[in-house]
């Protein structure tokens, strides 16, 4: 079974225009943009067919090209990245593994994608898998603190004892009630931006109306579980790197930050 990475990468954000564009300095002091960084995440995951950059737009299109990313184009029609990958994908085999890795998340480490892929060999019937990363107290207040102040922040998951996703949200679930004491195992997952899918869950996706929980939320993945379609959860883990995607213009200097600390030029 072949594996493909697809990047979604679209300019007219509604939160963040242009934002695949946008240039993150690393720890070297030398600029990237978004997408570049996003790709470069992606080449570094092994067994891993090809990587594709999916857009409607020529500039991101050109920018791909120009650092050497293979590039599909997508119509406009696309609702978001789910829908890419569906045009995209057509004409895989049935076995194939289609790997949406968005183009947000520059600073989504290797072994994430590794886990998603080996949960998806191992079980060939399941039609939709994304990781979760449970918080610790810094990414957990960093989530409350957006909410705060008003920010888009990064998505929760909660999920059953099989790992079958109960719901995804842009709130901070579950809702605890109360501080956590320091030797408390903190409840919340942060949802991470990769799928994986096989070929005939994306058919099914595509020919769906957008759902009422997807439109509110925002979130894509809402459109499977809203027509019976299973979202499997798979828990990876951070190992000590920090994880963040870009969802507001004040994210770029935390990434920033990020890519510092770790080293990542």
């Known amino acids: 079974m072949a594996v ?3 990047i979604p990468a679209r300019f007219a954000s509604t939160r963040y225009p242009g934002k695949p564009l946008v240039e993150l300095r690393g720890a070297d002091g030398r600029a990237r943009s978004l997408i570049r960084r996003s790709w470069d995440a992606a080449m570094t995951a092994t067994g891993v067919d090809r990587v594709v950059v999916a857009t409607d ?8 090209r120009g650092f050497g990313a293979e590039v599909a184009m997508t119509p406009l029609t696309c609702r978001n990245g789910t829908e890419r990958c569906a045009v995209v994908a057509e ?4 076995d194939d593994i289609v790997v949406n890795l968005q183009g947000d998340a520059p600073l989504t480490p290797p072994w994430f994608v590794e886990a998603l892929v080996g949960a998806m060999q191992a079980e060939p019937a399941r039609p939709v898998a994304t990781p979760v990363l449970r918080c610790d107290a810094a990414a957990l207040a960093g989530f409350l603190e ?12 909660v ?5 079958r ?3 995804f949200s842009k709130e901070v ?13 903190i409840p919340v997952f942060h949802h991470v931006g990769v799928y994986a899918y096989r070929p005939a869950a994306l058919r099914a996706y595509i020919g769906w109306p957008q759902g009422r929980l997807e439109t509110w939320e925002g979130l894509e993945q809402l459109r499977f579980m809203e027509n019976g379609t299973a979202v499997h959860c798979v828990e990876v883990e951070g190992r000590g790197r920090a994880f963040w995607e870009l969802n507001n213009p004040s994210d770029v ?13």
């Open 146 to 157: 957006d909410r705060r102040q008003g920010r888009v922040g990064a998505t929760t998951a």
């Open 4 to 6: 493909v990475i697809i």
């Open 159 to 163: 999920f059953d004892r099989s790992g």
């Open 253 to 265: 200097e935390r990434i920033e930050a990020i890519l510092a600390e770790l080293g990542l030029d």
């Open 173 to 185: 679930l579950p809702y605890t009630g109360r501080p956590l004491g320091p030797e408390e195992e």
């Open 91 to 94: 004409g895989l085999a049935e």
């Open 165 to 167: 996703a109960l719901y």
């Open 57 to 64: 737009d020529d500039r991101i299109a050109d920018a791909a």
